[in-house]
């Protein structure tokens, strides 16, 4: 053995007593310290320490075997025919390094597609998916309530036995309550606090229920809220969800499902920018940019049909309040309420629906009399009125409890791949046409939101790549080589001695 391979093998193994020579058995090739020089021999006998194949003989065993050019075996011109036919072996040790390789590679890669981190990333795109598809439906179905066809009205005038006929399509609107709609659908967050019940006992077979809702109201006293001021905040939140959710259906009425839900997307930038000035978040230059280009996709979008005798300028101005709305809504939530449990947020939402029925009822009732809202109830489409409440509610309960299973990213995520699956939809049923300053709109929306998105390290992210690209790195290598020696490692500060400069 050379003395390089000696001085590492000092290094790593200090302790260690090394012999004269030392041959590998098949377990120790793939040892990374291992000189070239020795050659592993199966055998099917031992004597002190060294093994040879077929009949060894005393002599034979007690003489170290040697190579000559790395490969080749010398044997003692005493030994047996049978030492003699020593087996050629490195092709076979080669196959069984290969597979061990092969072997331990398929494990590293299955434990680190089974990791902790791999699964919240699988969580969280099937959590995509569902929030994108409950978004989707939710808005369609509501759209649909609205979706109508004209009553053709025909009226028959004879004069001079000449027979005309004067056709008249006014608009005849069968469907167009949106307060009603949003009382209806937020009436189903009552739900919230039985569903956190069922699955709470479903899984820790609680036999005490009433613990459940101790703890859950344990966490709002010790922050000092009492029942009054408890329900005061609750009614304020109810108002405010009730007021972004009219104005996000009112703007189905007026424009199609896909440009409400471009435009409800940018509430990411609304949040970002709460956040900074509220609750005093970091300031990321990037996300300024992100904030420029959706509100640049917002001009686009608004003046997309002109502004003479359209109405929308109108609905944009309605789905980008109620994204500046549900922005407002999250920032004062995390401000006013702080950090809250899953018992918590159940019950702040139940109340949120209790307060809604009991105390907005009179308003719908006023604007249906008052002729502000007209229903045909003999006509009314219960099954799409039922299955956007449905939706809206399991959009609404994903975006808060899916936080358990995977990272916040896929949940945002749901809002903006909504919006081609949308627009697909909008082709397919509508009719609709994404060309000139709606589509430039919708893509300045779409880049904007993921700027947003962006990490607040991403330019040490990007400067760590440019490294590694410039010095023709890989990603997981690293660029330092370090001396174990001297534990140098190309440092500014350090001498190659180790010395501080």
Partial sequence: ???????????????RSRAPSIILNDEQTGHPYASPGHVVVDTGCEQQGCSV??????????????TSSGLGIREPSGGSAGGGQGHNQPSHTGSNVNYQTRRHSIVRCFDSCCAQSAKKIYFGVCVTVCVTAS???????????????????????ESDNVTSELYHQPIVLPYNAPFFTTWFCTNWAVLYFPVYFICQIARSKCTNPT????????????????????????????????????????????????????????????????????LHEQFVGVRIVAVILCDTGIALLAYMDGITGSPTLGGVVLAASAAAGSAVYKVLFKKVIGETTFGQVSIFFTLIGLCNAALLWPICLALYFSGVESVHWARLPWAALLSASILHL???MLANYSI?????????????????????????LYGAHFVGMKLAGMILISVGFFLVMFP????????????????????????????????????HLRSPSGRVR
């Fill in 456 to 491: 607040d390290n991403w330019p040490d992210y990007i400067t760590r790549l440019l490294r590694r690209h410039r010095h023709g790195i890989p990603g997981g290598a690293s660029r330092d080589v370090i001396d174990y020696r001297t534990g140098y490692i190309k440092s």
């Fill in 211 to 278: 613990e459940i809702i101790a703890e859950s109201l344990r966490g709002f006293r010790d922050k000092g809220l009492t029942g009054g001021r408890f329900l005061t905040r609750c009614s304020f939140f109810c108002g405010l969800w009730v007021a972004t959710n009219y104005m996000y259906i009112h703007s189905l009425r007026i424009l199609l499902a896909t440009d409400v839900m471009a435009l409800f997307a940018t509430n990411v930038s609304c949040v970002y920018l709460l956040s900074w000035v509220i």
């Fill in 135 to 157: 978004w989707v439906g939710a808005t369609h179905c509501i759209k649909y309530l609205y979706f109508h066809k004209p009553d053709i009205i025909t009226n028959h005038i």
């Fill in 394 to 396: 399991v959009a609404n």
């Fill in 404 to 428: 358990a299973l995977t990272y916040d990213l896929f949940i945002t995520l749901g809002l903006i791949t909504a919006v081609p699956v949308s627009a697909a939809l909008d082709v397919v």
């Fill in 53 to 66: 194949t077929g009949g060894c003989d005393s002599a034979s065993s007690g003489r170290s075997l040697e």
């Fill in 1 to 15: 053995m050379d003395s390089s391979n000696a001085e590492v093998s000092t290094i790593f193994h200090p302790r």
